[in-house]
């Protein structure tokens, strides 16, 4: 559209909101339930679900971590827990009722109406589980119903694996940021993923079909992939 002026614009934003930051309450669904992140009831189990990745393997492209002992961890978690932004949660898987990972609201900007999803440190007991995905639905979820117009996944250009993640729980990609940051003296490129709340509908009826117990045969397997759903509405999308 054009202003008065002759001048194309942006579309007016009505009746929308700046919305509120996130809260204490619990992310709660069948596989497992996010929660505030908290040294003592959490750290000692989160330690010990990382030290199953023996090679330390997840903390490549994050800014912390390994640790060498617990008293580190624990000092990290200490820190984490006061932070605001990110906002921290532990995600307690309820096949064990223990905390196996942990994920966090970050860049939070009401006044933009976006969000990011990150910090994300999925221990070997929690990858590649079905609570794992159920943890980034419930994330998703939370924002855009707190009123959020964007929901943003930034990761390192050279991980692949959470390139792969973007785009299987439907993320579009949008760019990569060259030289964005320095990462335990490496250069970072950094790649955009991004959702918006006009997408929302669509996505969340497909996380609610991938997620339906009839989905799944008695020994847990998915018997249609989540990736298989988001990129058949990706192309769908795209050709539109």
Known sequence: ???????????????????????????????????????????????????????????????????ADFSGYQAWIRNACNSTDPWFYAIVDHATGRAAGIAAYLRINPEAGSIEVGALVFSPLLQRRRAATEAMMLMMARAFALGYRRYEWKCDALNQASRNAALRLG??????????????????????????????????????????????????????????????????????
């Open 1 to 67: 559209m054009r202003n008065d002026l002759g001048q194309e614009v942006g579309l007016p934003v009505i009746g929308w909101r700046p919305p509120a930051r996130p809260d204490d309450r619990a992310l709660n669904g069948r596989w497992c339930t996010l929660e505030r992140l908290d040294g003592e009831r959490h750290a000692r189990a989160l330690y010990d679900a990382n030290a199953h990745d023996r090679e330390g393997r997840m903390w490549t492209y994050l800014p912390h971590g390994p640790f």
């Open 171 to 240: 993320f579009r990609y949008e760019g990569t940021f060259r030289k964005a940051a320095v990462i335990k003296g490496r250069n970072r490129d950094t790649a955009w993923y991004a959702i918006t709340d006009d997408e929302w509908p669509a996505l969340s009826q497909i996380f609610a079909r991938w997620a339906d117990p009839a989905n799944f045969d008695d020994a847990g397997r998915q018997r249609v992939a989540l990736s298989a759903l988001t990129g058949a509405w990706r192309a769908h999308r795209e050709a539109s």
